[in-house]
C-alpha cells in the first residue's frame, strides 16, 4: 500500500488526472475502495468510492473529476490533511443513437437523401455518418430500409424504417364540391366543403363507433355511450367563432376548425366521450383506442407530434371513418396528408 501511495503522490505532483498504467488495476488498487467506473459524461459522487476512510473523514477536498475523456486516470483526495489516491475508469458503454420517423412516405421516382431525414448521433463521438440498405422509389409499395451508425470504439445501432413509396397523389374535386382522393372526402386546413355537403352521420360509419363502443364497454373501459358526431356549417362556426372569442385566434386555429373545414360535417368523424361527458383522455381508453379503432374501420386522425402536419394538436378522441383503409393508415403511422401526399 505504501507503493501505492508514492505513486500516487508522484503523479499528482506533476498534475492531477494522469492515464494509469493497467498494471496496477487490481494489483495496487483495491477494488471497490479506491476504483471507480463511470460512464462518459456522469456526475462523479465521492460516495461511489465506498472508502471507511471518506466516511469517518472530519474534513476532506478532493479534486475535480473529468469524465469527458474515456480511460483510467488518478486523482488525489485529502482526508483530515492526509493525501490518498483514488483512480476513475471511465468508460463508454451506450450505443449510438439514430434519430427519425419510423416510417417515411415517399411519391413514386423521388429524390430521397436519406441523411437528411435521421440523424446519427454519439454520446462521445457527436455526428455520426448514416449507411443505409438498398432501396428504389422507382417501385411503388412498401419497403424496408436497414439504418446503420457505428462509434469510434465499434459500437453500432441499426434500426429498421418502414418506406412507402405511392403513385403521385390525385385530388379529385367532385359534382358535390368537396375534394377526394382515393376515394375518400379529404377535409383540413387546406380543403374544404360547401356548407350543404351533408345532413347526419354516416350510417356504416356511425354503426362502425357504436360497434366500437360496445367492445370497450365489455371490456370495462369507461366510454360514454355517446358521441360528438356531425355537425352543420353554421354549428362549426358558431363554436369556432366562440373558441376565438375565450381563447384568441392562435388557440382556436390548432384547438377547432373553421366552418367548412371540420370532418364532422361529412358525418364520418366522431369526438369519444368518458362517461362524465367530457372528452376522452383517460390513458388506458385511449390507448385502447389508438390500437384498435383501425379493427372497426377508424383512424385516430390528429397524431401526437404532428400538428406542423395536420394543423392540430393531438386529439386521441377523434375518430375518422376509413372503412377497409383504416388498417393500412394505421400500419403506417403516417397521417391522412402524409400517407396521401397532400397538403395540409
Not at 412498401?142 to 424504417?161: A, M, P, S
Not at 359534382?175 to 377535409?187: K, L, N, Q, R, T
Not at 363554436?239 to 375565450?246: D, E, G, I, M, S
Not at 377523434?318 to 400517407?339: F, N
Request: glycine fraction near 8%; include cysteine; charge should be negative.
Amino acid at each position: 500500500m505504501k507503493v501505492f501511495k508514492v505513486l500516487c503522490l508522484l503523479l499528482v505532483m506533476v498534475g492531477c488526472s494522469k492515464k494509469v498504467h493497467h498494471e496496477y488495476e487490481g494489483k495496487n488498487i483495491p477494488l471497490g475502495t479506491l476504483y471507480v467506473t463511470l460512464e462518459y459524461g456522469d456526475d462523479f459522487d465521492p460516495s461511489q468510492l465506498e472508502f471507511e476512510a471518506l466516511r469517518n473523514a472530519k474534513d476532506f477536498e478532493i479534486d475535480t473529476v473529468d469524465t469527458y475523456h474515456l480511460g483510467e486516470y488518478v486523482y488525489e483526495m485529502k482526508l483530515d490533511g492526509e493525501s490518498q489516491g483514488f483512480v476513475v475508469n471511465v468508460v463508454d458503454t451506450h450505443d449510438p443513437i439514430i434519430d427519425g420517423e419510423a416510417t417515411l412516405s415517399v411519391e413514386l421516382n423521388s429524390d430521397l437523401d436519406l441523411t437528411t431525414k435521421y440523424h446519427g448521433y454519439d454520446v462521445v463521438d457527436g455526428d455520426l455518418n448514416i449507411t443505409a440498405s438498398a432501396y428504389d422509389t422507382s417501385v411503388a409499395g412498401t419497403q424496408w430500409i436497414t439504418l446503420r451508425v457505428e462509434d469510434k470504439n465499434g459500437r453500432y445501432t441499426t434500426q429498421e424504417i418502414k418506406l412507402i413509396v405511392k403513385d403521385k397523389v390525385v385530388i379529385e374535386k367532385k359534382p358535390d364540391a368537396a375534394f377526394y382522393v382515393d376515394g375518400h372526402v379529404i377535409v383540413n386546413k387546406k380543403y374544404g366543403l360547401p356548407d350543404n355537403f351533408a345532413t347526419a352521420e354516416d350510417p356504416v360509419a356511425y354503426q362502425a363507433v357504436k360497434d366500437l363502443i360496445a367492445e370497450m364497454k365489455s371490456l370495462g373501459y369507461a366510454v360514454d355511450s355517446s358521441v360528438a358526431g356531425y355537425r352543420t356549417y353554421d354549428h362549426q362556426e358558431y363554436l369556432y367563432t366562440n373558441y376565438v372569442k375565450n381563447h384568441g385566434q392562435a388557440a382556436a386555429d390548432i384547438s377547432s376548425a373553421k366552418p367548412g373545414h371540420s370532418e364532422h360535417q361529412t358525418g364520418l368523424a366522431f369526438d369519444l366521450r368518458s362517461p362524465s361527458g367530457a372528452l376522452l383522455k383517460t390513458e388506458a381508453e385511449i390507448l385502447w383506442v389508438k390500437e384498435n379503432a383501425h379493427r372497426f374501420g377508424f383512424i385516430v386522425r390528429y397524431l401526437e407530434g404532428k400538428t406542423e402536419i395536420t394543423g392540430y394538436k393531438y386529439e386521441p378522441w377523434h375518430l375518422r371513418y376509413m372503412g377497409s383503409d383504416a388498417t393500412k393508415i394505421y400500419e403506417s403511422g403516417l397521417t391522412l396528408e402524409e400517407y396521401y401526399g397532400f397538403e395540409g
